[in-house]
């Protein structure tokens, strides 16, 4: 399995971002898990949303829940992150992740900068 984010970059405070996870390599079937982790310097890593593939299913960390929305298409093979109402405290390099029943995959990280 091969991840691929994007859509990182630097945003003002209130503002929004969506990032993207193209998945490719292995077929995904419904049981398996994608989700965002991410890492601000100096810190550990601190897991952002999760959903199985689905659709039914997902999870939010406390820090982040009601402001980011975790999806996928499907078709595309993608999955998303709408961001809303970012805050300084969100700034850090996003990590897609796959989780399949014994393995574990992970992107390259896209960063995000959200300034005051």
């Known amino acids: 399995v091969q991840l691929q984010a994007s859509g990182g970059g630097l945003v003002q405070a209130g503002g929004s971002l969506t990032l993207s996870c193209a998945a490719s390599?292995?077929?995904?079937?419904?049981?398996?898990?994608m989700g965002w982790f991410r890492q601000a310097p100096g810190k550990e890593r601190e897991f952002v949303a999760a959903?199985?593939?689905?659709?039914?299913?997902?999870m939010t960390g406390g820090s982040v829940k009601g402001r980011f929305t975790i999806s996928r298409d499907n078709a595309k093979n993608t999955l998303l992150l709408q961001m809303n109402s970012l805050k300084p405290e969100d700034t850090a390099v996003y990590y897609c992740f796959a989780r399949k029943p014994v393995t574990d995959y992970w992107g390259q990280g896209t960063l995000v900068t959200v300034s005051s």
């Open positions: 959903i199985r593939w689905s659709g039914i299913g997902t």
């Open positions: 390599g292995r077929t995904f079937r419904s049981r398996d898990v």
